[in-house]
């Protein structure tokens, strides 16, 4: 599975290709709305900022223009979101924006944050490919539900070993797939 931004897909957004566009969209949706909530803009603005952040990607020959050599994509929808975010700011749409949005102090923090979230996301939809339903439903309550292991025994109805062996198991394969999406940044392990 490819986690990075594919110049396959760069170039297929680029020729104005619809699945290209789909498969953008579908990836990239969930982590523009993660950046969204960050700045806890209202369902509207979300929208709003998702739909303007997708229409300057698709239009304007943007993605055409963006340049492997001069920095990676997550930099460069890093600028195109902010610049959005600050679009939206300078509207003060008194339904969509609450009074005030610290844009340029905050947006580093909620981007990468949203960030990590989006990448971590990916990884456990990997993950959930590899292993047995239980065994991925254990290490979920464990991890991301911070249930004690007994508790998480008790709900799936297995023993307190098979819990420490789906965590363990887990942990190596999530590990591993982090490792292939390429960030190995210190606040991604788990």
């Known amino acids: 599975m490819a986690y990075t931004t594919s110049t396959t897909l760069l170039k297929k957004l680029a020729s104005g290709d619809e699945i290209g566009w789909e498969e953008f969209y579908f990836r990239y949706a969930p ?24 229409v300057k990607i698709f239009t304007n020959g943007s993605v055409g223009r963006f340049d492997r050599a001069k920095g990676n994509f997550r930099s460069f929808l890093r600028t195109i979101v902010k610049h959005k975010i600050i679009d939206l700011a300078r509207k003060k749409q008194e339904e969509a ?58 709900t799936l109805d297995i023993s307190i070993d098979s819990v420490y062996a789906a965590k363990s198991r887990c942990t190596k394969k999530i590990t591993r797939i982090l490792q292939e999406i390429g960030e190995n940044e210190p606040d991604l392990a788990l």
């Open 31 to 54: 982590f523009i709305r993660g950046i969204a909530s960050g700045f806890r803009l209202s369902p509207g603005a979300t929208d709003e900022l998702l739909q303007q952040t997708m």
């Open 97 to 154: 924006l609450p009074e005030e949005i610290p844009v340029e102090e905050k947006f580093g923090e909620v981007f990468d944050a949203s960030y990590r979230k989006y990448l971590l996301d990916m990884a456990f939809d990997a993950l959930k490919e590899e292993v047995q339903p239980t065994t991925f439903e254990a290490f979920c309550l464990l991890i991301r539900n911070e249930f004690p292991p007994q508790k998480v025994a008790e």
